[in-house]
Nanobody, 125 residues
Framework: QVQLVESGGGLVQAGGSLRLSCVAS????????MGWYRQPPGKQRELVAA???????NYTDSVKGRFPISRDEVKKTVYLQMNSLKPEDTAVYSC???????????????????WGQGTQVTVSS
């Protein structure tokens, strides 16, 4: 069974920083890409940032220069360093990854899409 386990959310004042982590566990060989989405209250979910195994990154315009994304291949972990946080960054942040998984029953390998459970980030003004 594959899980994406997130950590690092919380309450912070505007201008502060938080770092989110997401670990892929289970029968995971590798994940590509890995990224973060967010859903503000009453709004649709949007991509925040993503990173490929080759280090290519993609950011939504509102976080460019503030939220660097990185990954550790050995630990199968993706990080989102959130700096200069603003009240409009308040949202539930969810990790997403497309992972190569060893199938336990049928055998072989396959690529599957996974989501974390989500972590709340609240930025007070």
């Amino acid at each position: 069974q594959v899980q994406l386990v997130e950590s690092g959310g919380g309450l912070v004042q505007a201008g502060g920083s938080l770092r989110l982590s997401c670990v892929a566990s289970g029968s995971v060989v590798s994940c590509d890409p890995m990224g973060w989405y967010r859903q503000p209250p009453g709004k649709q979910r949007e991509l925040v940032a993503a990173i490929t195994s080759g280090g290519v990154t993609n950011y939504t315009d509102s976080v460019k220069g503030r939220f660097p994304i990185s990954r550790d291949e050995v630990k199968k972990t993706v990080y989102l360093q959130m700096n200069s946080l603003k009240p409009e960054d308040t949202a539930v942040y969810s990790c997403n990854a497309r992972c190569l998984v060893r199938r336990s029953i049928s055998g072989g390998y396959g690529w599957y899409d996974y989501w974390g459970q989500g972590t709340q980030v609240t930025v007070s003004s």
